[in-house]
């Protein structure tokens, strides 16, 4: 009959785990990179801690976000990159179909321009660095498939990127990752971990509390922009 042949991955159980509005929030809110209690998380969806409980039990055992326990307090993160990265295509399917937030924030212009995807840079600026990264010959691209040039290796040394430690990590070096706000890719993997954490360190940005825009210092901006003009 009819139907009787359906073969591969369900993706309905996935679906439904973020379809929910208040998981959604949740997993929106994770995206940020850092770990969150309960009560963060409940906060982020509008809903009591005990109904915020319940989703999470549930995305957990979607294997969608893992918990961890520091003292008292029980945290939450995403399971891994596999899960920001397929929120974000998510998100940039929702933001082409007009799916977009009724009443924007105060922060949403600085989202915009630069924030964390999970653990690397998005937005303008994140764009902005992939392409630069590829017009200036560091990285490759080539049917969805990104790779760091020899080009590139000695560019990233010299800006202090440790390629030899990220080279032990399972997961990719260079990945792209589509920017649900640019619509264009930005550079995600454990390179684009490694470079937005370098941009930490050296001062030129920082995360802004209780958001995902990374905000660019003046200087930083100016020193950002010159890296990627070499």
Not at 63 to 83: E, K, N, W
Not at 161 to 171: D, G, H, T, V
Request: proline share 3%; hydrophobic share 45%.
């Amino acid at each position: 009959m009819k139907g009787d042949f359906k073969e591969g991955p369900s993706l309905a159980p996935i679906a439904a785990l973020a379809g929910d509005p208040a998981r959604a929030n949740m997993l929106a809110a994770l995206m940020g990179g850092k770990a969150l209690t309960a009560s963060e998380l409940a906060s982020e969806a509008g809903v009591t801690v005990q109904t915020a409980s319940s989703h999470l039990a549930k995305l957990a055992a979607g294997g969608l976000i893992a918990g961890l326990r520091q003292g008292r307090h029980r945290y939450f993160r995403l399971s891994d990159g596999d899960v920001a990265e397929m929120l974000e295509k998510i998100m940039h399917v929702a933001a082409r179909a007009g799916h977009l937030r009724t009443r924007p924030g105060p922060s949403d212009p600085l989202i915009r321009k630069a924030r964390v995807c999970y653990d690397h840079l998005a937005g303008e600026m994140g764009v902005h660095l992939f392409e630069s990264l590829i017009a200036a010959g560091h990285i490759a691209e080539r049917h969805d498939t990104v790779r760091l040039t020899h080009r590139g290796e000695t560019f990233m040394g010299k800006f202090g990127i440790a390629l030899a430690e990220l080279s032990q990590q399972r997961r990719p070096l260079c990945r792209a990752c589509l920017d649900w706000s640019m619509r264009r890719h930005h550079l995600a993997g454990s390179l684009g971990a490694a470079l937005l954490q370098r941009i930490y360190t050296l001062g030129w940005a920082a995360g802004e509390r209780g958001s995902r825009a990374v905000i660019f210092t003046k200087s930083g901006e100016t020193k950002f922009t010159r890296l990627l003009a070499r």
